[in-house]
């Protein structure tokens, strides 16, 4: 008998669908997973293999590709010379560059003999010379002219071999990018690579033909400026520059450049953000650039709310009056230390607290996030706590805040206990403990409610869940009612929780439903039958097409157990060939192996298999028992081929049913199952073979809830009764006809 929770299979063998794009998914999938295993035990025979039976050597982010780089060797150099990667058409040539990084000069040597293209000798030579190996650089520079050095090549040689880079770029037929080279040179902080590209710079621009376009002002067009023949300074420059720490070099470059710093207040700030802890840096340009104290404040209000403690000293010790005209800074700056003591420090060297409230509150705020009572009562005694003050607390997304706020006022009910909500998200029990004994909590904001509902059913703090679900007023407000919907979605995700959300149906307008997506989407994970379980009980339902839907949250969810329990309630694998493909290419990326031992399962059972003269072999047979066995037994064979009628006949009750569930073939399908996927359960039902047996006890035991509908117990146990009864008759006739004394 079929519900709202379990959806029959289809009745007729003639219904299956072969899920060509899933199967062969399906097929790669096994693959891909086997290929990754063999990378890791480095079986690369195994892997090659794989490979040709279409396996895609860019699974899981190259991660067998990854195991072959690792692991280079004359064996592992031919197999990525060979292999066709999607994104790397050119991964043949590669290996070259993989091999020079690694300084293989002997595997280098072999590669070379098959001539590889001029850029990729190029590439492997930098790679040699970026990590120190100058026998394999030896090998491939001599193989290239100075008009095939890339520029990446020639940042290697200004790095490492500075005599060779000046004879490159003399005998460079066309100007090379010295802006990207000084880049470079000041991203690894080589202070002589920066000095020589920087020189090279430098040489250029005065020998500039007159009249060259102006680049704008500043900084402005950044990279750009690279377009003029690459001898313009740009903002990345600037920034390595700082990060670096070299302030002579940052001087050659500003003393050299210095008509495209038309905004210096600029470059100060990508100092304060890029240089050094302490403001070396800062401080130098600060002296250099002759920047006005008075145009100093806004660093040091970035430095302290940006929490750069020793950037802001340096400019206090420097600029003592800054320090003075921004008491907020410096005590800002101190609080963010999270020591109480620095911050009292900071009041004995005279940084007085700010007059504004506002100031104060900012003051405040910082000190009771960084958990710093004794700072918080001082503020508090400074600061005249007027209604409005309370008011600005309460509204204040930190909790600390809005914790201190009720702690002065007395008053913990505000904004639709907004604080409750916050401190169950945060696990502050001193706030939960307020509202032990309130019975009408409010839930005006949907989104805090649920979130909240949503970490206490992840602490697995059941207690608290009911405490919370029974003592909140769901039917307030319209707002209350959406919080309660959203309140027992987040409930769904385990059953515990889903058992406890049931008071809400009661409490709220959460009435028993047909679940949707978003419900399955929420229930996903291991124990989703179970879930489901529990909301069949409590009335809600599960159409048809949502059921399907769910098959694309469990794969989405890497949920094997929530997609076999999808399966036999009755949800159908996607058939139309658009949403079978869309299905297919989401499960290259999701499907675990769990998920695809399911998915085989339930599509191989529905595949019809004709099997010529299998009637024959089965009346040929000595015994029943010979047809059971294996996973290519003929007792399986039949039931694929839609015969088991005839293997049902041949026993004539004759044999144990319990075969029929242990009977299993290489994905893991019984003969009930496939007898179920097939529409043809009810040839069990011959009331020879269950005349002591309880038909319905074991086949809905043993089989989906989806294919229980199949089966007509009621008339199987009619006819049951019918023999019971001819028998009885029988035995009676007999008594009359028995000899007389």
Not at 111 to 122: R, S
Not at 235 to 260: P, W
Not at 596 to 624: D, H, M
Request: glycine fraction near 6%; charge should be negative.
């Amino acid at each position: 008998m079929q519900d709202d929770f379990n959806h029959s299979a289809p009745k007729s063998p003639a219904d299956a669908h072969p899920w060509p794009k899933l199967r062969e998914a399906m097929r790669v999938k096994r693959e891909n997973i086997a290929m990754l295993e063999a990378a890791r035990n480095k079986d690369w025979p195994a892997l090659r293999a794989h490979i040709d039976a279409g396996a895609d050597p860019a699974y899981e982010d190259d991660a067998a590709m990854q195991c072959l780089i690792d692991d280079l060797s004359p064996e592992t150099v031919t197999l990525l010379r060979e292999i066709k990667h999607p994104a790397f058409p050119r991964l043949d040539q590669y290996a070259l560059v993989l091999c020079a990084a690694k300084g293989e000069t002997a595997l280098v040597e072999d590669i070379l003999k098959d001539a590889p293209a001029k850029d990729m000798i190029a590439q492997a030579a930098f790679a040699a010379l970026r990590n120190g190996h100058d026998e394999a650089a030896d090998k491939l520079l001599p193989l290239l002219e100075p008009k095939e050095y890339d520029d990446r090549l020639l940042i290697g040689l200004l790095l490492h071999r500075p005599d060779a880079y000046d004879a490159a770029l003399a005998a460079r037929p066309y100007p090379a990018n010295l802006m990207l080279h000084f880049i470079n040179a000041c991203a690894v902080k080589d202070e002589a690579a920066m000095n020589h590209a920087l020189d090279k710079m430098i040489d250029r621009k005065k020998n500039a033909p007159s009249g060259a376009p102006s680049p704008g002002n500043g900084f402005i067009g950044g990279m750009d400026m690279m377009d003029l023949d690459g001898y313009f300074p740009s903002d990345e420059a600037f920034s390595l520059l700082c990060q670096s720490g070299h302030i002579a070099v940052l001087d050659k470059f500003l003393d050299n450049f210095s008509q495209f710093f038309a905004m210096p207040h600029l470059l100060l700030h990508t100092a304060a953000v890029t240089g050094d802890a302490e403001g070396k840096v800062f401080l130098h340009l600060v002296e250099k650039l002759k920047m006005e104290e008075d145009k100093l404040a806004f660093i040091a209000n970035f430095a302290a709310m940006q929490e750069k403690r020793p950037l802001l000293l340096a400019i206090a010790k420097a600029y003592p009056a800054i320090a003075r005209q921004n008491p907020e800074a410096m005590l800002t700056s101190a609080i963010s230390t999270g020591e109480e003591q620095e911050f009292f420090d900071a009041l004995d060297e005279g940084h007085a607290l700010p007059d504004s409230a506002a100031d104060k509150m900012r003051l405040l705020e910082r000190a009771l996030t960084k958990d710093l009572p004794a700072v918080a009562d001082h503020l508090i005694a400074n600061m005249d706590i007027t209604p409005q003050v309370l008011a600005d607390m309460r509204s204040n997304f930190s909790l600390p805040v809005m914790k201190k706020s009720a702690q002065l006022s007395g008053n913990w009910r505000f904004e639709d206990d907004k604080i409750f909500w916050r401190a169950l998200q945060d696990g502050d029990a001193e706030i939960l403990s307020q509202f032990e004994n309130v019975t009408d909590i409010h839930a005006g904001r949907p989104y805090a409610v649920s979130s909240a509902v949503e970490k206490i059913v992840a602490r697995g703090d059941d207690a608290l869940l009911g405490h919370v679900l029974r003592h909140t007023a769901w039917n307030a407000t319209e707002e209350a009612k959406e919080a309660a919907l959203r309140a027992h979605r987040a409930c769904l995700s385990s059953p515990g929780a889903a058992q406890k959300a049931a008071v809400l149906i009661e409490a709220a307008d959460v009435v028993p439903r047909a679940l949707d997506k978003d419900d399955l989407r929420a229930m996903a994970g291991p124990r989703f039958a179970e879930t489901l379980a529990v909301l069949e009980k409590q009335g809600f339902t599960l159409p048809a097409d949502t059921l399907d839907e769910g098959l694309a949250q469990a794969l989405a969810g890497e949920s094997a157990p929530m997609m076999q329990a999808l399966l036999e309630k009755g949800a159908r694998l996607p058939e139309e060939e658009k949403d079978e493909a869309d299905f297919a290419r989401k499960m290259e990326y999701r499907a675990n192996a769990d998920i695809l031992a399911v998915l085989e399962k339930w599509t191989v059972r529905e595949q019809r298999r004709p099997a010529p003269g299998i009637e024959a072999e089965i009346k040929a047979a000595a015994t029943v028992d010979i047809l059971f066995g294996g996973p290519d037994c003929t007792a399986l064979r039949a039931a694929y081929a839609g015969k088991f009628a005839a293997v049902i006949a041949r026993a004539d009750g004759g044999f144990d049913v319990q075969k029929l569930a242990q009977t299993k073939d290489a994905a893991g399908n019984n003969i009930l199952d496939i007898l179920g996927a097939q529409g043809r359960l009810d040839d069990l039902l011959k009331p020879a073979l269950w005349k002591n047996r309880d038909a319905a006890a074991f086949i809905q035991g043993n089989t989906p809830p989806c294919y229980h509908g199949q089966c007509d117990f009621n008339g199987l146990n009619a006819a049951l009764r019918q023999i019971k009864l001819q028998e009885r008759g029988a035995k009676r006739f007999e008594l009359k006809r028995g000899p007389r004394p």
